[in-house]
Structures are given as structure tokens and as C-alpha cells.
């Protein structure tokens, strides 16, 4: 069965930093593609990044060049790099299988980034 376990949000100033992790299931993790999502309060989940098992990246137009999606194979990580963050990017962030259109139902917990002076 799949499993993800995301950490590393918190409470952050605008402008700061974070970064995120997601511990996934070995089988499933180093054979596909990688995405981080985002659901704000009020609102539907959103694809936020994707990377492929070539290494090849592909971002949503509201966090290009702000954020960084990243994988370690060897330890079934999954990692995302947040820079620039602003109020907006106040949410509960979670990682799955696939693009755009997760290859999963098997949601973790996800982790709450809140981003507010």
C-alpha cells in the first residue's frame, strides 16, 4: 500500500523560507513521477511541482522560481525548496504520485505552511 509521510512546514514570515519533505513507499517512490500539492483553507487541492524520474522539473506559474522540487532515491524522499514565500502560499502541502492529476488516492497527513508577519 502506498504510504506519505510529508513534514517540515511551520509558521514563517513573508519572504522566508522553508523546506519540505515526503517519505514515501520505496516500490512506488524510485519508478514514477513525484508532484507536490497545496490545499488552502476554503479551497480545492492544487498541483504545485513535478519531477520525473529523468530529474526533468515542471512548476505551476504561481511558484516558479520560488520553489525547488527535489527527490533522493535512495532514501524515497521527496523534497521541496521554498523561497520567496508569500501569504498565499498559506496551506496544507502534500505529496503523491504523478502530475497534475495524482496517480493515488492514498493521501498522508500533509504538513501547514503558514506564511503571515
Known amino acids: 500500500q502506498v504510504q506519505f509521510v510529508e513534514s517540515g512546514g511551520g509558521l514563517v514570515q513573508p519572504g522566508g523560507s522553508l523546506r519540505l519533505s515526503c517519505a514515501a513507499s520505496?516500490?512506488?517512490?524510485?519508478?514514477?513521477?513525484m508532484s507536490w500539492y497545496r490545499q488552502a483553507p476554503g479551497k480545492q487541492r492544487e498541483w504545485v511541482a513535478i519531477i520525473i524520474n529523468n530529474g526533468r522539473t515542471v512548476y505551476a506559474t504561481s511558484v516558479r522560481g520560488r520553489f525547488t522540487i527535489s527527490r533522493d532515491n535512495a532514501k524515497n524522499t521527496l523534497y521541496l525548496q521554498m523561497n520567496s514565500l508569500k501569504p498565499e502560499d498559506t496551506a496544507v502541502y502534500y505529496c503523491?504520485?504523478?502530475?497534475?492529476?495524482?496517480?493515488?488516492?492514498?493521501w498522508g497527513q500533509g504538513t501547514q505552511v503558514t506564511v503571515s508577519s
Open positions: 503523491n504520485v504523478g502530475g497534475v492529476v495524482p496517480a493515488s488516492d492514498a
Open positions: 520505496g516500490t512506488i517512490f524510485s519508478s514514477n513521477a
